[in-house]
């Protein structure tokens, strides 16, 4: 993980992508041994199931988006005039968790929606899959007439084929728009953005956000890439898992303080309801269920590698970690009922 300082209290900053990887098959023993050993973690990933499937942990806050701060409104938005009343949508992701339980909620979503099974296709590629020729071929076809978006969890290094071989089929933002829960801009930094323009992404937090806060929190990460020596050094980007890693730094800093000390079970509590001005704006911490009240924002890819902000959330968004359209029937909360409860 990166970290840095900011009046001499050290946050981290980000978990490189390969270490996120890494982790996936030991995380449910892990969770576990959190519960058993009584240490908080603070995980920044876009909710719970960026990892092992929805969750409600009790040593386990999450600062990244539940499933309806992101896929859900993304997909919201695609069907909306504002966003281009998409009818039919090609679920593509990475063969492992979250992708299958993300296409789960949303396939529910759509059918809930009306929208016929029809114009729902679904597939998955292995880890680091390169050939997307085929897959394409079959989006052109399934695009062909219009009215079509591309709902995309590919995860990792695929998806730079995806998006070259996207374009070279002669597919643009305007044919079929590829809506990624996956790439942000230090994705973007490595991939040549000229054939991305247009295409979206759902985040609760951009580099681009224009706020005091977050002018400063880019210059201070920028400078401290330089000062270290980081690859590429001020040449490196904030996205959205970089600031709830950073927030989630804090708000573990607030509860410590408000508890007098590191007791697990004071601290636990202290963090419920907490608030804390992150670098895109102001955030809260749910008061029961370990989730973030964060905003829901849809970004459109522009040629340097931003994102310009096409549609935002009037305001924070309550996090629901179990989806209203595969578990309607759960809920998670930590102070009436210990845990994931019947509703």
Known sequence: MHAFRRGGD???????????????????????????IKILSMWPCSCSIKTVGEECSRNVFYTG???????????????????????KFYLLGTDYVYPRTTNKILRAMLLAKKVPLANIEEEYTPFHHQDYQTICGKLKKFAAGGGAAVISTINGDSNVPFYKEFANQGLRAEDAPIMAFSVAEDE??????????GHLAAWNYYQSVDTP?????????????KKNNLPD??????????????????????????????DVDKVR?????????????EIMMDAANHHTYRPVLIGEILKDGQFKVVSRSPGLV?????????????????VAHQGTYQK
Do not use: H
């Open 10 to 36: 050290m946050a981290i900053l980000a978990p490189l992508p390969q270490t996120i990887l890494g982790l996936l098959a030991l995380l449910g023993v892990l969770l576990v041994s959190l519960v058993r």
């Open 65 to 87: 988006a539940a499933p309806n701060q992101q896929a859900v409104p993304a997909v919201d938005y695609l069907m909306s005039k504002e966003g281009g009343g998409f009818k």
């Open 188 to 197: 973007l930094r490595g991939m040549d953005t000229s054939a991305l323009v």
């Open 213 to 225: 806060q977050n002018k400063k929190f880019v210059a201070d990460f920028k400078a401290y890439c």
């Open 233 to 262: 050094g001020d040449k490196r980007v904030t996205d959205d898992p970089i600031e709830a890693a950073y927030f989630g730094v804090y708000i573990w800093k607030q509860a410590v303080e408000k508890a007098g000390g590191t």
């Open 269 to 281: 509590k202290a963090v419920y309801g907490s608030k804390f001005m992150a670098p895109g704006g």
């Open 318 to 334: 309550k996090p629901e970690p179990w989806s209203e359209f595969t578990n309607p029937e759960k809920g998670c909360d930590w």
